[in-house]
């Protein structure tokens, strides 16, 4: 098993950034690729950004190109998001997620590893 705990959410103006920080344990995080994804009320759980096991190589949404930046330090165990230029459509509650094969991570599939979530709200 993983766990991943998310934190750094929270209630900010349209244009700010915020910074999501996931924490994993259980396993060698290593041999994980990550993922964050968002879900807005009354719409589906969406892909934002991905990064492999190694951190050479990294995903976005075209919703979030040019303005978040995953990243990861393996020797933390933890998977960070960058956001910056928040816009009010970037309100969701925003899970990390962990899977050993980077295209299920991308495509969303069958995904076994996933935080409980946390807040971000962006007012305009």
């Known amino acids: 098993q993983v766990q991943l705990v998310e934190s750094g959410g929270g209630l900010v103006q349209a244009g700010a950034s915020l910074r999501l920080s996931c924490a994993a344990s259980?396993?060698?995080?290593?041999?994980?690729?990550m993922g964050w994804f968002r879900q807005a009320p009354g719409k589906e759980r969406e892909f934002v950004a991905s990064i492999i096991q190694s951190g050479a190589a990294s995903y976005y949404a075209d919703s979030v190109k040019g303005r978040y930046t995953i990243s990861r330090d393996n020797a933390k165990n933890t998977v960070y998001l960058q956001m910056n230029s928040l816009k009010p459509e970037d309100t969701a509650v925003y899970y990390c997620a962990a899977d050993r094969i980077a295209y299920n991570i991308h495509f969303m599939r069958g995904i076994p590893f996933w935080g409980q979530g946390t807040q971000v709200t962006v007012s305009s």
């Open positions: 259980g396993r060698t995080f290593s041999d994980y690729a």
